[in-house]
């Protein structure tokens, strides 16, 4: 679905992802975890096709991404940012509605399938009571879940996440995970850069560790998600425990004065290095 | 299901409510624009009564023969009067659907054709010829300050593009301060054009503050084809305009090519600011405070949006030329940009301490 070989990229002279590679599969809920400035953002940016990249290439469904259009990006996926910044009070509907603007025609306007599609996404992130009310008067994380509706609209093959739900209070993101859990069982493909480790590990399948713009970690999560990875990666104390009912790795930070003294000795990852059983090619 | 105030069953019947309102709104505007052309034409030094205005109205669109009709009458109403009207009426509109699109563009609701430095550019083309002395040349049939004043808009538009273009992209915070240090930069440009050349000032003081003191119909139809043809373009690409204003990354994600969307949104307002300076000077508010007022009205969907400023900015405009042209006592007239800026500075600041968080400034 979306495979990525010795990518290069960045902004202005500054490097952000070094000879990067990756092959997600059609299907794969797969978490992009790392620490700040590891070059997550930087990599959704780069598969949606707002970032030019340097060297390298990066092919969805077989199509390079630096050769398609726009409107050819978007009807394959849709992103979810971090937030948005919203100047004008448009009915937050419109705001979903615009998810079907890769598929109208220039002149045509938006069908009873779109306006269907649009509200069947309302209803899914429970934000079908705000669709007349200006998205400038919603609460920020409603405005999240209005946004999460109408990457949803877009009814994309790929959906990619930039710390989608960080806004959003444990309830909401447990309820959005779960709907992003069906659709990826019903084969869509998703790819969530993710701050948050518990959730990561109770949803994604596969985790993707980035670190200074590489992959220092790639694979199935129980099999990745431990305490010696994550210290490392991180550079602080993790612990991992089972979690009581689904049996999912879940991390826990340790305070200072309990900390180790030998965990002194996770030091920064080396460049290129491979940790654990994950492999970073594909 | 979800709480909150309504289900979906509801919604067909809530847009329906919206495109209704809008519907009302649209018949209000169009209504008002049609009354306000026939009620401006009473205005006016020579006293006409009504009959004798409507009359000479339908005599001069040929609609009518009465050969009892003072022929002064029809000339002051039909040549003087009327083409005047519509050509404010049109400037109005060009104006409030420029500001439109430059605010939406630039997210930004302080933008208009003023601060983005399109008018002063028009303005100062037209100042550079005059200097020049070819106020009275012909070119192609055409004056030559229109024209001059056309490419004066386009050169200030490519000038504040490329200072505001870092990387290759577009930077949106740049773009404005970049028109703001375009226009300073022109308008101290024409004051020195002012000083050096002591003949021209008073016709250069028309294109800075802006007038319709003797416009007629062949201004109208030099107009006419720049602002249909920056209308065309708003028109194709209004979509993209409620796309751009969730900002660049968002729009390119939803499969907006927002480079060149942009690009041709900006060269579509431009033209019809410059076919409004060319023909009435630098007229200011208009562009600003148009598109607040139906944005807080309608919402700030686009396609409504563009429509309904355009026509209200049509109405303003009138109006302020008819204050214009009536407000001083000895028969003297006031530049119309003077008028606008008295009514609009005040209407500005009480939108925003109406409105000052909703706006986004």
Known sequence: MIEIKSLFCGYGKREVLKDLNLH?????????????????????????????????????????????????????????????????????????????????????????????????????????????????????????????????????????????????????????????????????????????????ALYCRRLVFLKDGRIVLNGLTEETFNDENLSRIYETDIKVSQHPITGSPQAHFVPGPHRQPESSVYGPVGRGQVLGPGRTDC | MSPGEYTRDEIPRLEARASRRFGYLL?????????????????????????????????????????????????????IRLSRICLSLLVGMALAVAGTVFQGILRNPLADPFTIGVSTGAAFGASLALFFGLGSREFFGFGFIPLASLGGAMAALFAVISLGRINGQLRRATMILAGIVVATFLSALISLIKSLDEESVASIVFWVMGSFQGRGWNHFAFALPYMAAGLFTIWVYSRELDMLSMGDTQAKQMGVHTERVRLRLMIGASLLTAGAVSVSGVIGFIGLVMPHLIRMTVGAEHRRLLVLSGLLGGIALLWSDVLARILLPGGEELPVGVVTALMGGPFFCFLLKRRGGGMGL
């Open chain 1, 24 to 200: 997600l599969r059609r299907g794969e809920f797969t978490g992009i975890l790392g620490p700040n400035g590891s070059g997550k953002s930087t990599l959704l940016f780069a598969i949606a096709g707002v970032l030019p990249y340097r060297s390298g290439s990066i092919r969805i469904k077989g199509e390079e991404i630096a050769g398609t259009t726009f409107r050819f990006r978007a009807r394959q996926m849709a992103s979810v940012p971090q937030k948005s910044e919203l100047s004008f009070p448009f009915k937050c509907l419109s705001v979903v509605l615009m998810g079907r603007y890769p598929f109208l025609s220039r002149f045509g306007g938006y069908s009873r399938q779109d306006m269907r599609r649009a509200l069947d996404a309302m209803e899914q992130t429970e934000t079908i009571h705000l669709a007349h009310r200006m998205i400038t008067e919603v609460s920020g994380g409603e405005t999240q879940r209005v946004i999460i509706a109408r990457a949803l609209a877009q009814e994309t093959e790929i959906i990619l996440l930039d710390e989608a739900t960080s806004s959003l209070d444990v309830a909401k993101k447990i309820q959005i995970f779960d709907l992003l859990r069906s659709k990826s069982d019903r084969g869509t493909t998703l790819l969530c850069a993710m701050h948050d480790l518990n959730l990561a």
């Open chain 2, 27 to 79: 018949a209000l505007l169009l209504f008002g624009s049609i009354m306000s052309i026939l009620a401006a034409s009473l205005f006016g030094r020579l006293e006409i009564p009504a009959l004798g205005v409507g009359k000479s109205i339908l005599t001069g669109l040929g609609l009518m023969a009465d050969p009892d009709l003072d022929p002064t009458w029809k000339v002051v109403v039909f040549n």
